[in-house]
């Protein structure tokens, strides 16, 4: 029996039950095709994203970003349903054809939105993520720029490293400040324009 394993960001292996690794699959990094990452991660439990050939395993969500996560699935669900729909990783999205992505938290305002596929979602009216320690930049730049390519119009970035959090709005094809928001402050939704969020109960989720 082999198990999917990484030591680095696009450092994959297959491993034995005896923890050695029986295949690299480092050198075919680049060769994957959409079809082999939409089955490997039918049969997974790790959280893998996808990028023009290359998979990314994502790390394993700490207590404490689970919680915050599921204090903001709560606050959205009681917002949006039972219009809308809101939907937490792992749940794959597509960006474009050739790369997905796993936010933290998905919306969308309308149930029967198009976009609402039940492999994985073709997009959302709103994604949120919770910074990894791990790899900030992954969710501060690089999925800035991935969130915009697929015409999300609202990205929120929970960040507990600088205990804030970052409402960016879609104005063309790329994101501007809705706003910042500290402890002591309420966070405010431009899509949403009644949404709101007190960041010292978001950071401090148990």
């Known amino acids: 029996m082999t198990t999917l394993t990484q030591r680095h960001t696009r450092d994959l292996h297959l491993v034995n039950r005896g923890g050695e690794i029986a295949i690299s699959l480092d050198e075919i990094q680049g060769l994957w095709t959409e079809e082999i990452y939409l089955r490997l991660t039918d049969h997974s439990n790790w959280l893998i994203e996808f990028t023009d050939g290359y998979m990314d395993v994502l790390p394993m969500p700490t207590r404490k970003h689970q919680a915050i996560s599921l204090f903001l699935l709560l606050k959205l669900l009681a917002f949006?349903?039972?219009l809308g729909v809101v939907y937490y990783a792992p749940l794959r999205m597509r960006v474009r054809p050739g790369k997905f992505r796993e936010p933290?938290?998905?919306v969308l305002r309308d149930a029967g939105d198009s976009r609402?596929?039940?492999t994985y979602w073709l997009g959302a009216?709103?994604?949120?993520?919770?910074?990894?320690p791990d790899d900030p930049e992954r969710d501060l730049v690089e999925k800035v720029a991935d969130y915009a390519e697929a015409g999300i119009p609202e990205y929120w970035i929970v960040n507990p490293n600088t205990?804030?959090?970052s409402v960016l709005r879609l104005e063309g094809d790329a994101y501007v400040a809705h706003g910042v928001f500290g402890r002591g402050e309420i966070a405010t939704s431009?899509?949403?324009p009644s949404f709101t969020v007190d960041v010292s109960a978001a950071l401090d989720a148990e």
């Open 104 to 106: 933290d938290l998905l």
């Open 116 to 118: 609402n596929q039940n």
């Open 163 to 165: 205990a804030d959090i």
């Open 190 to 192: 431009a899509l949403l």
């Open 125 to 132: 009216d709103l994604v949120v993520e919770i910074v990894s």
């Open 80 to 82: 949006i349903r039972p």
